[in-house]
């Protein structure tokens, strides 16, 4: 499996960025997609998730961090094989290098993907 981000870069406090995770080789259908950050001298943190659950009257379900509710959105194409992260009401405190993360889910349990992250640098 390749996953691959983009959409990082420079943003203003207040701006907007949208992230995404080209995804190759892998059945999006059996993947929980997470969005991870790591600031420098901090652990990596899960910002966001996505969870397709076919077989529930909620066919997928998200959670965030406390820190980006209400800011943030992640979604996914499985037929695009992508995932995004739109970030909104930048803070300084979003800098980080962001990570896609594609967890196996039911028949691809226990199989787990790593982008090689893309930087976004939120001033002031």
């Known amino acids: 499996a390749q996953l691959v981000e983009s959409g990082g870069g420079l943003v203003q406090v207040g701006g907007s960025l949208r992230l995404s995770c080209a995804v190759s080789?892998?059945?999006?259908?059996?993947?929980?997609m997470k969005w991870f950050r790591q600031a420098p001298g901090k652990e990596r943190e899960l910002v966001a998730s996505?969870?397709?659950?076919?077989?529930?009257?909620?066919?997928?379900?998200?959670n965030y961090a406390d820190s980006v509710k209400g800011r943030f959105t992640i979604s996914r194409d499985n037929a695009k094989s992508t995932v995004y992260l739109q970030m909104n009401s930048l803070k300084e405190d979003d800098t980080a290098t962001y990570y896609c993360n594609a967890h196996g889910m039911r028949a691809a349990a226990g199989r787990d993907y790593w982008g090689p992250g893309t930087q976004v640098t939120v001033s002031s």
């Open positions: 996505h969870t397709n659950a076919p077989y529930s009257s909620v066919p997928w379900m998200t």
């Open positions: 080789g892998i059945n999006l259908n059996f993947y929980t």
